[in-house]
């Protein structure tokens, strides 16, 4: 697989797969930016404040939960199976969630909702990673990851329309906005449906002839779109096969095996949950409480931002596989921090105003993003096959437990206190993201351009024929 030229092939698993990531971003914008009309009697739901960040909290616990939940039976039943069923969870939840009657049931589709996002977190980058060739799998992965925020800026501008109430009525803009959500999430899902279960992942759990099958079908398919004659392969690995891998030995690869791997997953993780759910989450709030922008003009400078976000992964990604992941990820890490630090200067000295802000925002998510996107694919790639899933969804929940639980905390009681209380939270942000930049150049692992069980041999290797 690592050796195939690119075709068409694989960007059917790359439409299949990585579109996803714009659900999860349309999901988390879109109900920022209801949140106003919720709170309204007319809507049908009128929630009040306090239960507005409690949906919030609720769709973070569902994705912590899914993520670890479904993370460990992708790994134990295989990508394939699991990345149709998270799917088939988000449709449902999301589709439940436009006929919500009530606080309560509206939560409940909230939690499952980001249940069947966080599962798909594990399950699609595990999948990725190990169907994409590794010479493309870090531009490809950075830029997968980065759609996120295509789904963003969808989200804000859908929002501004759909809760116009000269188009759409007060109880019936905001159940459409779930509603194109499902729609989009079913167009996915039959694209997905072609896209092959991983030979890794069948190869290790005893089905030689199925992944071989696969491996076989693909590569046909590779070089009739290409027309290129394919590399003889002379290396291998001997196996032995099993049929799980239990959770104790998950656990035991990454805190006693590989420590510093798990410190640096870590680190990154949490640097970037904590800016991204912290200040980017909350920024409607700062321009709405500290420089009187309108409600319902607010919203359209997630646009910019969102953009930025995306076309920092999309533009810097190739440089990932060429100039190598530690100076990259270290880079933009470290970078986006310093950025931060600049932008809180000025924040705290009123040198900016609403559009000033938003433009250093730009710059600063620009090259933070592509570490963020980083560093979901440097979980999924330094750590053995048979616990690659769970390693995902571990450090994803850990990350986006305390960024979307503390840093929205912290920044809302931030905002009350002014803009010297922003500004400090900001410097907050700045020093998580330069300790975390620091830590991969340290910690970091070399693995552009390398077998993924180059990275990290396989558990079930024969240890008499692991260094062949």
Known sequence: MDRLPWARWHWMVVIGLGTVWILDGLEVTIVGSIAGRLTEEDSGLGLTTAQIGLA????????????????????????????????GVYLAATVATAFSFNPLFFFICRFFTGAGIGGEYAAINSAIDELIPARHRGKIDLAINGSYW???????????????????????????????????????????????????????????????????????????????????????????????????????????????????????????????????????????????????????????????????????????????????????YIGSGVLLVVTGILFQNEVLDAVTLTVCWVIVFFFASAGASAAYLTVSEIFPMETRAMA????????????????????????????????????????????AGLVEVFLGVDAENRSLEDIATPLSVNSDTSEQ
């Open 150 to 332: 295509l789904g963003t800026a969808f989200g804000a501008i859908l929002s501004v329309f759909l809760l116009n109430t000269a188009i759409f009525p007060p109880e019936l803009g905001w159940r459409i906005a779930f509603g194109l959500g499902a729609v989009l999430g079913l167009c996915i899902l039959f694209v997905r449906r072609n896209v092959p279960e991983s030979p890794r992942w069948l190869f290790i759990h005893r089905d030689l002839k199925s992944a071989e099958t696969i491996v076989d079908d693909v590569e046909k398919q590779v070089t009739e779109s290409t027309g290129e004659k394919l590399e003889e392969v002379d290396d291998y690995l001997e196996i032995k096969q099993r049929k799980s891998t239990g959770f104790g030995e998950i656990v035991r690869v990454g805190v006693t095996k590989y420590p510093k791997r798990f410190v640096l997953g870590l680190s990154l993780f949490i640097g970037q949950a904590f800016l991204y759910n912290a200040v980017f989450f909350t920024y409607a709030l700062v321009l709405t409480e500290l420089f009187d922008v309108p409600v319902d003009v607010a919203p359209w400078s997630l646009v910019p931002i969102a953009i930025g976000n995306f076309l920092g992964p999309l533009l810097l990604g190739r440089f990932f596989d060429t100039i190598g992941r530690r100076v990259m990820i270290s880079s933009c």
């Open 392 to 435: 995902i969804a571990f450090f994803y929940a850990v990350g986006t437990g305390l960024g979307g639980i503390i840093g929205p905390i912290l920044f809302g009681q931030f905002i009350e206190d002014g803009i010297g209380a922003v500004a400090f939270g900001y410097y907050i942000g700045a020093v998580l993201m330069i300790a």
């Open 56 to 87: 919030a909290a609720i769709y973070v616990a569902g994705a912590c939960t899914g993520s670890l939940v479904f993370g460990y039976l992708t790994d134990r039943f295989g990508r394939k199976k699991l990345f149709i069923i998270t799917l």
